[in-house]
């Protein structure tokens, strides 16, 4: 097993679910990436190592000439400094639009963005997950996006059920402060 995939799992402790499997996701078949670029803030998240502690988490996507999109995510971390990553987001198939593998510049990093449903304008429901047999764990990826710095209960109750129907663990999904300027 590589370095950086040991690292990784420890890194990840925080988000894995001692079920063995990830569950089979849908994503959303009518998505419109058109609809979706611009600024989203992370409502709510699952216990993400890489984002323990940080606070005013937010993304913004803007479309490429060649089909991709440009990511650019946000945040002020525990320690209170500003920081931010850049990446590029592309379609892993193009019978599911909803389904992106995310490349970070630096530090070179890939990840899965799959947008399970969205309105658009008011929520996004993302969701990422790795099998990682040897352990037989999984390590979650959860987050619940705004177009505003909050989002309503009733909304978040209906994203859970989504992801608790699909057998997702939201026990550890909690509010992202959004408490900057």
Excluded: H
């Excluded at 850049?86 to 990840?111: C, I, M, Y």
């Amino acid at each position: 097993m590589q370095l950086s995939t040991i690292v990784f799992i420890v890194l990840s402790i925080a988000n894995l679910s001692l079920a063995s499997k990830c569950p089979t996701i849908v994503t959303q078949k009518d998505f419109d990436v058109t609809k979706y670029v611009g600024l989203w803030y992370e409502a709510y998240r699952s216990d993400i190592i890489f984002e323990a502690g940080s606070r005013c988490v937010n993304a913004t996507y803007t479309p490429n000439s060649d089909g991709s999109v440009a990511v650019w995510n946000q945040a002020v971390n525990i320690l209170g400094d500003y920081t931010s990553i850049r990446g590029t987001a592309r379609v892993k198939n193009a019978s599911e639009p909803a389904a992106f593998v995310v490349t970070f510049d630096s530090p070179l990093q890939k990840g899965d963005y799959n947008v399970l449903t969205s309105n658009y304008a008011d929520y996004s429901l993302v969701y990422a997950c790795t099998n990682v047999p040897v352990l037989d764990i999984k390590l979650e990826f959860i987050w619940l996006l705004s177009r505003t710095k909050t989002m309503s209960p009733t909304v978040v109750n209906e994203l859970k059920k989504i992801l608790s129907n699909m057998g997702a663990d939201v026990d550890k999904v909690t509010q992202t402060v959004q408490n900057c300027q």
